[in-house]
């Protein structure tokens, strides 16, 4: 079974500042089946990042993705306000058939 | 619009049934793989069941095999969660999500509906 950690558990960083996240896998995953998502409180997740590296429709070029077989990087530069929230890493092809991470609070410092 | 609405949600006593419901709507429902992910309060996301376009094959995290059964009906454009012997672990919202094929991530995203297991 694989399994996501991500780290930190929460970072606590200022708007105009830069956050760097990380997804580790416990086994390599296929194709860069690896995507990160935004939740916000009361909120549905929206995707962010899939292929490790490719920005979802209408998602700023201040997220960008890295990485690839066990270790993965979501990058926002220049922090806005409005990304101050909870991000999820998630993974497909390994039993389970997909998972998450346990996510990183990214909160305002 | 791009859409899923999930219904169903409420409270059951542990061992209880519920079925939850997601309706699709402006994009083709038959084109796409969909799965329940669940978020149990103050938790994290975990996914829970999948199914592929036709039906043919499901897929369950392995807390809720045997007791979960996921289902779609292409012509009612809609996806369904049968759960029984319910357990206050199952608590969560559910969202229904679509997997949009990029890479097999889920791209769109239903509000949730609440299941309370309690007696």
């Known amino acids: 079974e694989i399994v996501l950690t991500q780290s930190p558990g929460t970072l606590s960083l200022s708007p105009g500042e830069r956050a760097t996240l990380s997804c580790r896998a416990s086994?390599?995953?296929?194709?860069?089946?690896l995507a990160w998502y935004q939740q916000k409180p009361g909120q549905a997740p929206r995707l962010l990042i899939y292929?490790?590296?490719s920005r979802a429709t209408g998602i700023p070029d201040r997220f960008s993705g890295t990485g690839s077989g066990t270790d993965f990087t979501l990058t926002i530069n220049r922090l806005e306000p409005e990304d101050f929230a909870v991000y999820y890493c998630?993974?497909?092809?390994?039993?389970?058939?997909?998972?998450f991470g346990q996510g990183t609070k990214l909160d305002i410092k | 619009e791009v859409q899923l609405v999930e219904s169903g949600g409420g409270l059951v006593q542990p061992g209880g049934s519920l079925r939850l419901s997601c309706a699709a709507s402006?994009?083709?429902?038959?084109?796409?793989?969909t799965s329940w992910v669940r978020q149990a309060p103050g938790k994290g996301l975990e996914w829970v069941a999948h199914?592929?376009?036709?039906?043919?094959?499901?897929y369950y995290v392995g807390s809720v095999k045997g007791r979960f059964t996921i289902s779609r009906d292409n012509a009612k454009n809609s996806l369904y969660l049968q759960m029984n012997s319910l357990r206050a672990e199952d608590t969560a919202v559910y969202y229904c999500?679509?997997?949009?094929?990029?890479?097999?991530?889920?791209?769109?995203w239903g509000q949730g509906t609440m299941v309370t297991v309690s007696s």
């Open positions: 999500a679509r997997d949009g094929g990029m890479r097999r991530a889920f791209d769109i």
């Open positions: 402006g994009f083709i429902f038959s084109n796409y793989w």
């Open positions: 199914i592929k376009v036709d039906g043919s094959e499901e």
């Open positions: 086994q390599s995953v296929s194709s860069n089946y």
């Open positions: 292929g490790a590296s």
């Open positions: 998630q993974q497909y092809g390994s039993s389970p058939l997909y998972s």
